[in-house]
């Protein structure tokens, strides 16, 4: 039997940056990668209410979403945008946060093996979703269709999300990649997207303008971004209708910048699409 805890359990809130009903599990382990990791669950604010399920949003490096105590350097304030966006647009989801194995996640993270590691995206996949959407399904009100459960992450993160949503087109029916790393491995995604039929569902695809960290690779952020958006609308997605991408001016590769584009993800991910024009091809903010 799964233990949930809820986040804080006892500790100073004056120490963390937790709004709302945020639950963990301890120690989650993965028969599929033979490691463990806590997994955080936060819950919206209507949770509890007769009748009442929720999408699900499965997103990577969780130990940055909620709590600047556990980040890396700062956290993404999911916790604080989706209270937000409930409170002013009535947009509401369960979001699973599964952090980040640091000496893993370049492996866990990419199906496509490099010299610096990488290839083990499947079976962090199945650690997803047969071990632990099975669980996040029974434990918690979720609407368990792939029209309502999505996965989200940034850099590597995002390139996994994109794999995902083409490769588990049963289980996901909506992903988000924000500045995603789509140059790792030579950019093996763009002959692996080529290939990929049209896959009804929403997707979510952003970058920044300044993204020119110290990663290896980094000057090709925007590029390729902007190469698999258009390769996307060549496949036969609608831009604000089914395809949603932003350039953010002076934007660099870091959590703030992905703080301040998440409520746009949001938006676009859980609401109706109506207020997305249909002639929408890109935006720049």
Known sequence: MIEWHDYLNGENPEKHTVTGKLRVWKDAFS?????????????????????????????????????????FVDEWQVDETMETLAQTEGLEAIVVGIPNIAERRVHEYSPFAARMGGGQADSYLRFVIDTLKPVIDADFLTQKSRKTTGIVGSSL????????????????????????????????????????????????????????????????????????YELLLQKGYRSGVDLHYIEENQAAHNEAAWARRLPDAMRFLLGDGREYADSLRKHVI
């Not at 919206?44 to 979403?65: C, T």
């Not at 500045?179 to 491995?185: I, K, L, R, T, V």
């Open 31 to 71: 028969p599929q990668l033979n490691n463990q990791r806590d997994i955080f669950v936060y819950l919206p604010p209507s949770y509890g209410q007769a009748g009442k399920r929720f999408p699900v949003i499965y997103m990577q490096d969780g130990q940055n979403l909620f709590d600047r105590a556990t980040s």
């Open 157 to 228: 993160g995002g390139l996994l999300s994109t794999y995902a949503f083409f490769h588990r087109p049963d289980v996901f029916g909506f992903m988000g990649a924000l500045s995603p790393a789509y140059w790792f491995a030579g950019q093996a995604i763009m002959p692996y997207l080529r290939r990929m039929p049209y896959i009804d569902g929403k997707i979510y695809l952003d970058v920044g303008t300044a993204e020119m960290g110290s990663s290896r690779g980094s000057s090709f952020f925007r590029q390729n971004a902007h190469e698999v």
